[in-house]
């Protein structure tokens, strides 16, 4: 990073983080929130260092690739709903996979129900792959495997056999048997069956996860008990093939995961579990399968919270999947150390993220897994089967090239960014781009508590304020990310100390060919800090007629109305007053806070207390209040009648009498499903929440780039902007259902959506009435007006979803004693707006 920061700044900026955090005490848990993160984080980058401004060396670490595609044979004479092929297992000769999935079934209508059987459609194949000669060697139909009321759970291969995890049903009885078939790879036939006990029911696909820990096995399997408690089995199998079984169980605590088993010795280990409190560890005796609790401490160096697929090696050393790339467990030296990042390579990090480990050393790799590829126009889904081998490379072909960070949450990056980040490496001559997730140890607010859309609100501030505060002194310091991908939500980086503006970047758009207004609602002050490669619509879905003067959104007085004639008083925002507050002033903000200065005496500020005060509940109701649940916990209505985010579900998507829902549009086929909720059809306006001028929805970027104000070279940097601004990157975005800036690409990608919606792919969803649950001849048909009404819905947008998560803090807890009457507007509003500026003030 530049060294321009200067430390009078950064201790300002450390005041400010204090100031705001003075609001943050009242929302922690068991874990709280700290300031500068988990001092325990052991990640492979590290959060205490970055590698932006390296030059890369001949010798830095880089790996060719060499993928191979399999194909394994289903029946093509059959019609495809869907395929899932994943690892099995692997050894010296043989790679093998599992693939499940369903061919497509006939229509509901046409289903002889007393004589029908799922099995008939189900796909569940084996096939085998040689390594010497990288072909598929054999297949397997496992038809007649499969349980007659059951299914296959999954696959594993080891020591030369498949094992089948089956389970299966009595209707008489609802009784369920576990079993284990074990079959030869080569021929298909069947070794040897046996039954599983278990004390509890079984969540999801059965075994999980598989280790070795010298010449045993342990496979674990989460469970319920009856009183709805979560636990784990472990399968333990000794060296001569006996299997036992080890119960992970506590009072008072749910056990949610199991990530990794560390080897302590020859016949001893140690198991982490994930529980709803924190994390605990047991050591484990595998010849007594003696079961004694371990001191936490000696494993703090672990973190476990992002451990993805694991392999042990024979040296007892454990090499597993990050969220961005691979690490090894060096368990004798008790430390961690990145040995691969998904950037040293030229394969796309978002196939990478789906593969599990096969081999594992310091200087090669093999990866297999689902090669998955979103298809959201298209009924059926065939996935592929993928193994990519990774061998260290002599020389760095990048020698030369200056490291620039981008910073993406969890690492993830979507996959068209992922190939536009290979492409800027390849074709820049002096900068290199490498992605890193260091900041994830800062998502540590304690969830468990939280059981309503005001703890939920809550939570979301407490965490983006104390992700906004490590970003911006980061910056500061000299230590930030170059890039940052999708943190427009931290609207406290709006800031031309923080963050560049982008607008010379963007150049001037033709705004016949872009949504410039997205652009315009975009920036902060004139300046562009987030540029929406893609985005989300954020307001109310009703009907137009419902709108109020502005034809896009509310006034107080109007929604006023709107709530009280058309929702019954019930409204469809469903949070309390102070989250209700921040909602409204976030949507407002040029309106009090403008070039650095807050100025909460405007009459819109009273005009929004007000009407909170008067029309808001105290606080949320509690999710369990919300919704009703039926046996099977599937959520059937909605206590109030309107849901919370997208809908509330009752069977399959269809039509429904709902007046409005308070909503955030993920794409066109969002717009189209929330549309058939409202009104049976009839809601095709998205309209801004309550505020004083009656303005538009807002956007919110599902994917978004932003650049340091003192990275190592902005230039290079905005280079990176504008080939997410390209044709081929605007076309991939729509297809797969996003909304994005470049208008051509978003109405060819609304044709194909007219057309998949109107045939088989609005069977499902647009085919029964919402409220009754049975089929409708009244069918909805969309058309081109449906994507000139959604385009106009774009146009209408008035600002960004970019709240200040530390201000709204300060405004949640300023603002509640005047909604209880405790004290006047005047005299809360003039000690926020004090705080606020302080605040502002400090960031520099």
């Known amino acids: 990073m530049k060294n321009t920061s200067v430390k009078i700044a950064s201790a300002m900026l450390a005041a400010s983080m204090a100031l705001s955090f003075t609001a943050c005490g009242n929302g922690g848990g068991g874990k709280g929130l700290s300031l500068f993160g988990n001092s325990n984080n052991s990640s492979g980058s590290g959060r205490d260092k970055t590698r932006s401004g390296q030059k890369i060396s001949a010798d830095s670490p880089w790996f060719e690739s060499k993928i191979i595609d399999v194909d394994i044979p289903i029946d093509n004479s059959k019609e495809l709903e869907y395929t899932y092929p994943r690892l099995a297992g692997v050894d010296d000769k043989y790679i093998v996979a599992f693939v499940s999935g369903y061919y497509k079934m006939p229509d509901g209508n046409n289903i002889d129900w007393e004589n029908f059987n799922y099995n008939d459609y189900a796909i569940n194949v084996i096939g085998v792959l ?158 007594t399968l003696e079961v004694k609790p371990a001191d936490a401490k000696e494993y703090s160096w672990i973190d476990l919270d992002n451990i993805g697929s694991a392999f042990t090696n024979p040296d007892g050393n454990i090499f597993y999947s990050t969220p961005i790339g691979i690490s090894k467990l060096d368990v004798k030296n008790k430390k961690t150390e990145e040995v691969f990042n998904y950037s040293w390579c030229n394969v796309n990090r978002s196939i990478l993220n789906y593969l599990e480990l096969v081999e594992c050393s310091d200087d090669s790799f093999v990866l297999a897994g689902e090669k998955y590829t979103a298809s959201p126009y298209e009924s ?109 939500e931290l609207g406290q980086l709006n800031n031309p100390n923080y963050l560049a503006d982008l607008t010379p970047y963007v150049g001037n758009l033709d705004s016949t060919k872009y949504f410039t207004n997205v652009i315009d609602a975009s920036k902060t002050d004139g300046k562009l800090y987030h540029l929406p490669v893609c985005f989300l619509i954020s307001g109310i879905q009703t009907d137009p007629k419902n709108a109020g003067a502005s034809g896009v959104g509310f006034t107080t007085k109007e929604y006023e109305k709107f709530l009280n004639e058309k929702l019954n008083g019930e409204d469809v925002i469903p949070v309390g007053q102070a989250i209700y507050f921040t909602k409204l002033f976030s949507a407002m903000s040029d ?25 808001v509940r105290e606080s949320s109701k509690s999710w369990d209040e919300m919704y009703d649940y039926g046996d099977d916990g599937v959520v059937y209505e909605s206590a109030t009648g309107y849901g919370v985010g997208a809908a509330v579900m009752k069977g399959d998507i269809g039509y429904s009498d709902t007046e409005a829902l308070y909503t955030t549009t993920y794409g066109i086929s969002g717009y189209f499903m929330q549309m058939a909720q409202v009104k049976k059809g009839q809601g095709t306006a998205m309209l801004g929440i309550p505020s004083t001028d009656g303005r538009g929805p807002l956007i919110q970027p599902s994917v978004s780039v932003s650049v340091s104000a003192q990275s190592q070279n902005t230039d290079a940097c905005g280079e990176f902007v504008k080939i997410l601004l390209s044709d081929d990157v605007q076309t991939n975005l729509a297809m797969n259902d996003n909304l994005v800036l470049n208008r051509e690409a978003f109405r060819n990608a609304g044709k ?72 006047s507007l005047e005299e809360v509003s003039r000690i926020a707006e004090d705080r606020v500026q302080k605040v502002i003030d400090e960031r520099g």
Request: aromatic share 10%.
């Open 130 to 287: 040689d390594r010497n000669t990288n072909q598929v060697v054999n297949t397997i139909d496992l038809t007649k495997n499969m349980p007659k009321n059951g299914y296959i759970d999954n696959a594993f291969y080891d020591e030369g056999k498949i094992t089948l995890k089956c389970t299966s049903y009595d209707d008489l009885t609802y009784s369920m048997t576990m079993t284990e078939t074990d079959i030869d790879p080569m021929t298909g036939n069947e070794l040897a069956k046996r039954e599983i006990e278990s004390d509890g029911d079984s969540y999801g696909g059965g075994v999980e996860r598989s280790f070795k820990i010298g010449s045993y096995k342990i496979e674990t399997q989460m469970m319920w008990d009856n009183d709805d408690n979560a636990y784990y089995i472990l399968y333990v199998t000794s060296p001569d093939g006996n299997k036992q079984t080890v119960n992970l169980k506590e009072a008072g605590t749910n056990i949610y995961d199991v990530p990794v088993i560390l080897p302590l010795g020859e016949d001893k280990a140690v198991v982490p579990v994930s529980t709803d409190k924190d994390y605990k560890y047991y050591e484990l005796d595998l010849k």
């Open 380 to 488: 059926s889904s065939a996935s592929e089967f993928v193994v990519i081998e990774f061998d260290k490379a002599a020389t760095n072909p990048h020698a030369g090239k200056t490291i620039l960070e981008m910073y993406s949450s969890y690492g993830y990056i979507e996959d068209k960014v992922g190939e536009a980040i290979i492409k800027y490496n390849d074709s820049s001559s002096d900068y290199f781009i490498e992605v890193s997730d260091r900041y994830n140890d800062l998502d540590n607010f304690d969830y468990s508590n939280v059981n309503s859309e005001d703890d939920w609100e809550n939570a979301s501030l407490n965490v983006n304020a104390s992700m906004s505060n490590a970003l911006a002194m980061d910056i500061m310091n000299g230590e930030g990310p170059d890039i940052l991908m999708n943190v427009s």
């Open 591 to 615: 309106k009090f806070i403008v070039n650095g200065k807050a100025d909460f005496s405007v009459p819109e500020f009273a005009e929004i207390a007000e009407y909170v005060k008067n029309n």
């Open 752 to 823: 194909v959506a007219i057309e998949y919606y109107n045939g088989e792919g609005g069977e499902g969803m647009f085919g029964y009435d919402w409220d009754t649950g049975l089929p409708t001849e009244n069918r909805i048909k969309f058309s081109d007006k449906n994507i000139d009404d959604l385009e106009k819905i774009i146009e209408s947008c008035s600002g960004i979803n970019s709240s200040d998560a530390s201000i709204n803090l300060i405004l949640a807890e300023e603002m509640q004693p005047y909604f209880l009457g405790q004290k």
